[in-house]
């Protein structure tokens, strides 16, 4: 059923347009969700982070903030670009064009704390377009660096486990495209802004929320070995 | 299927994990933040660039394509080197060399600006430059930090 004309991810909640009409989303005070776990909450700091480096930048005329910002949120969004199989350099430059478009249309965004989804979204429709314009990268680029990455045994190795990231990369390339995609972009979406972004728009989360689950579920049948492999 | 609060910590942990084997895996460069803040930052009119000032020996404005025009500006710390030359369709190319190497530069004129393509070593170059008078701001790293600075206007 993947649409091959169309952007196959299911619509994370619909954000303007950049450049249509402004964002809202939650009052600063009102975020103060309990924290499930540290990386949910490294997430939800950095986008609280964006927000206050935007308005910075924005009321202060302080450059510097923007500098911080655009370090802060360049590797979410390399993640976000390469999920699209773009390749490298790429992706770089979609990057590169995601914050110069935020440059330009910043002032689009009434609400700071709808920073970090408008680059994504705006990184998201790049990507999405570059890739269709310049062709698909080759499908067994990622395999390929992967093979010339060479495998250290740092003290951080062992905080997560090479093994532990070679069976979920593993698992992870048995998965369809669209799967794939779908799950590298919510990985590094922020979601809890996401959802409450939706909630407060009254707008629905769409098909996200099924398909993630079918994704994950196929990636843990794939981690739960060959007996609880299926197919797709 | 039961959807309940367990089992959507349960994917944010498995979406955590993702995210962090990925981080692993396919890791952006390692200067990648850098090199946009200096996209971001030469494409940012609001800054104070510190003014490069000229000292070429003599400047002329290029009209044939065997001319060829020399500029250089300084400051203490950064030296910046532009030859502008006239292409075969009326145009202008100028390509620069700086000191410490350029992370990012544009070339402007009152309604356009040109981005550098850029070259290893400090190496970079504007091509199809309309002729008119120009500046050139551009970003550099100097002891670990950014900096801007702006050319005063050449013609070109």
Known sequence: MTGVEEDPLPRLPELPEPGAVPVTSPRVTDQVPEAPGDDAGDRRARWQEAARLFLRWRDQGDARALDELVRLLSPVLWHVVRAYGLRRETAEDVVQATWLTFVRKHDTIVDPLAVSAWLTMTARREAWRTAKIDGRADPTEDEALERRMPTSATAEDQAMGELEAQRLWDAVGGLDERCRRLLRIVAFDDRPDYRRIANDLHMPIGSIGPTRQRCLGKLRARLDGPEGMRRG | ?156
Do not use: C
Not at chain 2, 92 to 115: H, I, Y
């Open chain 2, 1 to 156: 299927m039961i959807v309940n609060v367990e089992s959507e910590e349960e994917d944010g942990r498995m979406l955590d994990a993702l995210a962090r084997m990925w981080e692993r895996k396919d890791a952006p460069p390692v200067d990648l933040a850098e090199r946009m803040i200096a996209a971001v930052a030469v494409d940012d009119l609001s800054r104070e660039y510190a003014l490069l000032t000229e000292v070429s020996a003599d400047r002329a404005a290029v009209r044939t394509e065997q001319e060829r025009l020399t500029l250089q500006f300084s400051d203490e710390t950064t030296s910046v080197l532009l030859h502008v030359s006239a292409t075969e369709n009326g145009l202008r190319r100028v390509d620069g060399w700086s000191e410490p190497a350029v992370l990012a530069a544009r070339l402007s004129q009152d309604a356009r600006e040109w981005a550098a393509e850029l070259n290893e070593q400090g190496r970079f170059a504007f091509t199809d430059v309309a002729p008119g008078l120009s500046s050139v701001r551009l970003i550099v790293r100097l002891d670990g930090e950014l900096r801007e600075f702006i050319t005063p206007q050449f013609e070109v």
